[in-house]
């Protein structure tokens, strides 16, 4: 059995659509076919209330699976997207930052409850991080193969990608963190407004091509989708921006990790549709590294 791919969705500062990109990039896979699990590590609890989901009494949740020291595999959930699955964030989940904090391998937590044959056989894992560089996203880190990094078109998060950049670094060097960045992704995007046009331009002028080409358009449709428990595919009628954005963010990280349409996967073969024109001829090329 092949290892998933694992992305963590990271960015310290709030609000600027972690949680809306984790989910619609996890059911944007899931819908191309690639069994994709989602694992909510945020205290909020955001994208297991978006899937609809929360476990039910007594079920393991992630924050079981890290208080307890389980196997994640217990806390696989199915949802209403075909091939999605989720791991629920749970009620307790604010204890856990301060339960690993006096843990023995505390950085490597999930990493370690990620191993069952449950998670194995996905083909992606999107891990939702919270808007904090604690313990919890140490640990989204320390477990993933890259790092996708999504900023809003407003000037102060982009302030903060130095900490991130800087934190990754130190994962990197003291820690064996193994994490690459998949890519910026400017969401919230208006250009009638200056600042988008301005952000934009840093961003791409600082990171280059580690910025993807898709970006993610304002649409009231993000806001209104987890109110209705439901993800953009499900929510927006077809054609609509918010469905195009996700599905050309989906074909263009599919090309990033050389894993575009016709090439296999360790995905079993849920309903598929046909992969959106966008994701065509992207050049695959080395995943960049932050710092290098
Ligand atoms: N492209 C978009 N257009 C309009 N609204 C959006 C867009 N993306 C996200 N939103 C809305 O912006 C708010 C913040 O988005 P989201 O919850 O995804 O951010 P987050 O980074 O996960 O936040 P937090 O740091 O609190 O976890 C939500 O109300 C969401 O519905
Ligand atoms: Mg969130």
């Known amino acids: 059995m092949d290892s998933p791919t694992i992305v963590a969705v990271c960015n310290q500062k709030g609000g600027v659509g972690k ?8 059911a944007g896979l899931a819908l191309q076919g690639h069994r994709t699990l989602l694992v909510d590590l945020d205290i909020q609890g955001s994208a297991s209330a978006t899937l609809g989901r929360s476990p039910s009494e007594g079920a393991v949740d992630v924050a079981r699976v890290l208080l307890e020291d389980r196997p994640l595999d217990e806390a696989v959930i199915s949802t209403a ?6 791991a629920p964030a749970g009620e307790r989940m604010a204890l856990v930052d301060l339960h690993l904090a006096s843990a023995y391998g505390r950085e490597r937590a999930l990493e370690r409850a990620l191993r069952g044959p449950r998670v194995r056989d996905h083909a992606f894992v999107v891990i939702d991080t919270a808007p904090y560089l ?6 989204a880190i320390l477990a993933c193969d890259q ?9 102060l998060p982009m302030l903060g990608l130095k900490l991130l950049e800087q934190t990754l670094e130190q994962l990197r060097s003291r820690a064996g ?8 992704l400017l969401t919230m995007v208006d250009r009638r407004e200056r600042i988008t046009t301005e952000v ?4 791409r002028g600082r990171f280059g091509e580690a910025v993807f080409r898709t970006v993610v358009r304002a649409n009231t449709h993000h806001k209104a989708a987890p109110s209705f428990r439901r993800t953009i595919f499900e929510h927006e009628p077809s054609g609509g921006k918010g469905r195009e954005d996700y599905e050309a963010l989906t074909a263009e990280v599919l090309s990033r990790l050389g ?17 959106t024109p966008s994701g065509e001829g992207i050049v695959v090329r080395p995943l960049a590294r932050a710092g290098s």
């Open 147 to 155: 790092v996708l990094v999504p900023v809003s078109c407003e000037y």
């Open 19 to 26: 949680t809306t990109t984790a989910v619609n990039l996890a």
């Open 259 to 275: 894993k575009a349409p016709g090439v296999k996967t360790a995905a079993r073969r849920p309903r598929v549709r046909k992969a």
């Open 81 to 86: 997207v075909e091939g999605l699955s989720l």
């Open 134 to 139: 604690g313990l919890l996203t140490v640990n």
């Open 200 to 203: 934009e331009e840093i961003l």
């Open 177 to 184: 963190a193994r994490a690459g960045v998949l890519g910026y």
